[in-house]
């Protein structure tokens, strides 16, 4: 039988590569996904080292049409599509006070429209092909409660909760199941600038002090690493996950409570 197909977006680094290796070592052919063109290509070559089937292709998710042509390369290379994963997001730190349009604009356009897109194009070639499909998407601990600092990034984690609701109930009588992931703090690049930007924000602050702090409130006792993340997205990527739709599962170790 031909292998299932996932695509993962921004998953030249971070919990998105943890989580494309996790789907690779489940059997799938992974299309990585970024638009940080240089370190795709590593991450690209480092998967086909590894034996794993593996292509690439550089897209901004906050395009409607780079959604849709990621699709078509996953189609045109693979035959298919079965699992796509909007991980790609960004950060934003800021007091409130200071939230500028061009901060909202941003955010909102790469980690709410790049998820709408992503679902639209994931799910238009699912229905195309009748078999149903999986659409996982990254929100946040941010997207169950809201951050001091953090406002603008926390609204748009919870716009992918909403939006993995809403698509999670119109998508169902095609068999699309419609889930997210909501980490809770994890060492990747994200956590760098957001700790480098809280410590330009509060002077009583020094390096690696926000994330020290952030840290500490996770009753298991450490910070999150990509495969505990990448865990819960195979789960979600299964047939073992078939019945579940239009969750946001907290995968933290333990911070927030729902
Ligand atoms: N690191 C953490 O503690 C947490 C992360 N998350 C979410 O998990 C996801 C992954 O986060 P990390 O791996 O930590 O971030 P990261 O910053 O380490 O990696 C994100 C990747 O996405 C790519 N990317 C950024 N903008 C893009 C765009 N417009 N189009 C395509 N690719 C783009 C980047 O080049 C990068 O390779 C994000 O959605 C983030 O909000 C959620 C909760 C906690
Ligand atoms: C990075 C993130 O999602 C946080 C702080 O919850």
Do not use: C
Request: charged content about 25%; proline content about 2%; hydrophobic content about 40%.
């Amino acid at each position: 039988m031909a292998k299932k197909v996932a695509v993962v977006t921004g998953s030249a680094g971070g919990l998105g590569k943890g989580i494309a290796e996790r789907l690779a070592n489940d059997g799938f052919a992974i299309v990585l996904h970024d638009i940080n063109q240089d370190l795709l290509k590593e991450t690209e070559a480092e998967f086909k080292n590894k034996g794993y089937d593996v292509t690439s292709f550089v897209g901004d998710v906050s395009k409607r049409d780079d959604q849709f042509n990621l699709v078509k390369h996953a189609v045109d290379t693979f035959g298919r599509l079965d699992v796509f994963v909007n991980n790609a997001g960004i950060e934003a730190v800021t007091p409130f006070m200071e939230i500028d349009e061009k901060e909202l604009q941003r955010a909102f356009s790469i980690n709410v429209f790049g998820m709408v897109y992503g679902t639209q194009a994931a799910a238009t070639q699912f229905i195309k092909q009748g078999g149903g499909g999986k659409i996982i998407s990254a929100s946040s601990i941010a997207g169950h409660e809201s951050y001091a600092m953090l406002g603008t990034y926390s609204a748009t984690k919870h716009g992918v909760r909403s939006f993995t609701q809403t698509a999670s109930k119109e998508l169902a009588k095609y068999k699309i199941n419609v889930n997210a992931y909501a980490p809770g703090v994890a060492k990747t690049k994200m956590w760098d600038r957001i700790d480098a930007e809280m410590v330009k924000h509060d002077p009583s602050l020094k390096p690696g002090d926000a994330f020290a702090k952030y840290s500490s409130e996770i009753s298991l006792g450490r910070y999150e690493v990509p495969s505990d993340v990448a865990n819960l997205v195979s789960f979600l990527a299964s047939p073992d996950s078939d019945y579940i739709t239009g969750q946001t599962i907290l995968v933290d170790g333990g911070m927030v409570y729902r």
